[in-house]
Nanobody
Framework: QVQLVESGGGLVQAGESLRLSCAASGSILRINAMGWYRQAPGKQRELVAAITSGGNTNYADSVKGRFTISRDNAKNTVYLQMNSLKPEDTAVYYC?????????????????WGQGTQVTVSS
């Protein structure tokens, strides 16, 4: 079964840091772009940061200079280092990946989502 498993969420105070991890597992041939999204209560899911297989990154304006996305291709893992956290960063964070993986005897392109991890920042 091809899946993404996230870890690293929690409750912190404003100004503190957290690091999220997301590992892809299963019969994966290739992982293209990976990213992190978040969804706060009553709001739409939004892109936080993304990284290509070559290491190019882009960030939401609201997190530039505070968050850093990185990946370890050997471990099929993407990370999100979150510094100087603010209460408005409170949300469920989801990992996303575009992969080519085995499905029904063939390799297919798929979009995977993690189960989500809660990040809560208190003021």
């Amino acid at each position: 079964q091809v899946q993404l498993v996230e870890s690293g969420g929690g409750l912190v105070q404003a100004g503190e840091s957290l690091r999220l991890s997301c590992a892809a597992s299963g019969s994966i041939l290739r992982i293209n772009a990976m990213g992190w999204y978040r969804q706060a209560p009553g709001k739409q899911r939004e892109l936080v940061a993304a990284i290509t297989s070559g290491g190019n990154t882009n960030y939401a304006d609201s997190v530039k200079g505070r968050f850093t996305i990185s990946r370890d291709n050997a471990k099929n893992t993407v990370y999100l280092q979150m510094n100087s956290l603010k209460p408005e960063d409170t949300a469920v964070y989801y990992c996303n990946a575009a992969v080519v993986a085995a499905n029904g005897g063939y390799y297919r392109s798929m979009e995977l989502w993690g189960q989500g991890t809660q990040v809560t920042v208190s003021s």
